[in-house]
């Protein structure tokens, strides 16, 4: 910017030098740090993928397909979950919760399956994650539904009263 004007592709260039010098760009501040207003959900649901990743290292041993089908579904809870964060209306907000939701009972019902078979890997604290989060998410579902509802019936009655 010598001359008054912006040189957008400097400016670009100098920022990816700056911001990426591995070419691996790490998030300038994660969830629960002091820049970022904390969400519970949001944290919880991202602790559940970590342990899942972990759980289906091991439970890949014993059933590669079923190990991958787990992951698949385990992280997803977390990845809707935090794509929810910015959802462009309340009925975008109920939706992708209501993804995450169907991924967090399928990640349950898979993880109930290997818990009744005695040689597949087991980890009492990933099966207590996952069924601490199924009423939360009901609840936000439920609260979610519950304001859609009104909304719709204040635009009923604006319109009733035009």
């Known amino acids: 910017m010598s001359n008054g004007t912006f040189d957008a592709a400097g400016w670009f ?6 911001v990426v010098p591995s070419g691996v760009a790490e998030p300038a501040s994660p969830y629960g740090d002091p820049g970022r207003r904390r ?19 091991v439970l890949f041993r014993t059933n590669r397909v079923f190990a991958d089908q787990s992951l698949r579904s385990g992280t997803s809870v977390g990845s809707h979950t935090r794509e929810a964060q910015s959802a462009e209306s309340l009925a975008d ?5 209501k993804m995450a939701h169907k991924e967090l009972e399928e990640t349950d019902f898979r993880l109930s399956l290997c818990h009744v078979k005695t040689h597949y890997p087991h980890d009492e604290e ?10 939360l998410f009901h609840r936000i ?4 539904r519950t304001r859609l509802n009104q909304q719709a019936e204040e635009r009923r009655a604006k319109r009733s009263t035009k």
Do not use: G, Q
């Open 126 to 135: 990933l099966v207590r994650r996952t069924k601490a989060l199924i009423p």
């Open 141 to 144: 579902l439920t609260t979610s």
């Open 93 to 97: 907000f109920a939706h992708k919760m």
């Open 13 to 18: 260039e100098e920022c990816l030098r700056i």
């Open 39 to 57: 969400n519970a959900v949001v944290e919880e649901t991202f602790e559940l993928a970590s342990r899942v990743m972990d759980y289906t290292e």
